[in-house]
C-alpha cells in the first residue's frame, strides 16, 4: 500500500482562500447533482457523472481556477476532483470494452456499480472534509 502526505489546513484567517473554497462547494455541489441524477433516474451513477452537464461544468471549474489555489490546502480538493473525474472516465472505458464480450458483461456490471458507489464515496468524503477546511491526501511526489 502506498502511503500518502496528509497535507492539514492552515488556519488562513485572511479571505483570500475563501472564494476558492466558495468554488470548491460549488463543484463539489456540481458533482453530487450528477450523481443524484445517477441515482434518481435509469443512468448509472457513474454515467451520469461523467456525461451529465453539471460534471462537465465542474471539471471546466476547476481547471479554469486551478492555479489560484496552487500551493495551498485547497489545491488537495481540485486534484481529489479531477482524480475522480479522470478515474471514473478509465473505468467507464474498462467497462466498454467488457460490455463488448458475452463473457465479460457480468463483470462489467460489478465494475460499474463498484465505479458508481466508488464516486459517491470520493465526493461524499472530499465535501465533508471541505467543510471541516481539512485538506486531502495526496500522494507522495
Partial sequence: MTEVELIPARDDSDDRLEGSRA???VMYGLHALSAVFGILTSAWVVTAFIFSWP???AVIINYVTRDQVRDTWLATHW???L???WFALVWLIVT??????FIGIPLAILVIVSTGLWVLYRVIRGWLALLDRRGMPVPPA
Avoid: P
Avoid at 466498454?96 to 464480450?101: C, N, Q, R, S, V
Fill in 23 to 25: 468554488w470548491c462547494h
Fill in 55 to 57: 460534471s462537465i461544468i
Fill in 79 to 81: 486534484r481529489w476532483q
Fill in 83 to 85: 482524480r475522480t473525474f
Fill in 96 to 101: 466498454g470494452l467488457l460490455f463488448i464480450t
